[in-house]
């Protein structure tokens, strides 16, 4: 079984950082996508980033494009999503997801999900 574990959010002023762990267990991922996704209150939830495994590619949605980066440590599972020049409208509450093969912008392909870590942003 899947087990996906996030971490690394919290509170921070606008124009900040953050950087979010997700740590994947219970499988080999050589051949899964992995990719986080964000829910706000009263909103549906919204790709953020993807990094598939095999092959290797990335991508990010274009609301947070040049600001979150999303990286990979292939030895431990685990993938990072780094946000920069954070703004209010980054609150929201951040998934992890995984995958067997491509990765995916639409979360209904998604197979496997964390708990979600919160973050808020304030001026």
């Known amino acids: 079984q899947v087990q996906l574990q996030e971490s690394g959010g919290g509170d921070v002023q606008a124009g900040g950082s953050l950087r979010l762990s997700c740590a994947a267990s219970?499988?080999?991922?050589?051949?899964?996508?992995l990719a986080w996704f964000r829910q706000a209150p009263g909103k549906e939830r919204e790709f953020v980033a993807v990094?598939?495994?095999?092959?290797?590619?990335?991508s990010v949605a274009e609301s947070v494009k040049g600001r979150f980066t999303i990286s990979r440590n292939n030895a431990e599972n685990t993938i990072y999503l780094q946000m920069n020049s954070l703004k209010p409208e980054d609150t929201a509450v951040y998934y992890c997801?995984?995958?067997?093969?491509?990765?995916?912008?639409?979360?209904?392909?998604?197979?496997?999900w964390g708990q979600g870590t919160q973050v808020t942003v304030s001026w």
């Open positions: 997801a995984a995958r067997y093969g491509l990765g995916y912008t639409d979360a209904k392909r998604y197979t496997d």
């Open positions: 219970g499988r080999t991922f050589d051949a899964y996508a």
């Open positions: 990094r598939s495994f095999s092959p290797t590619s990335a």
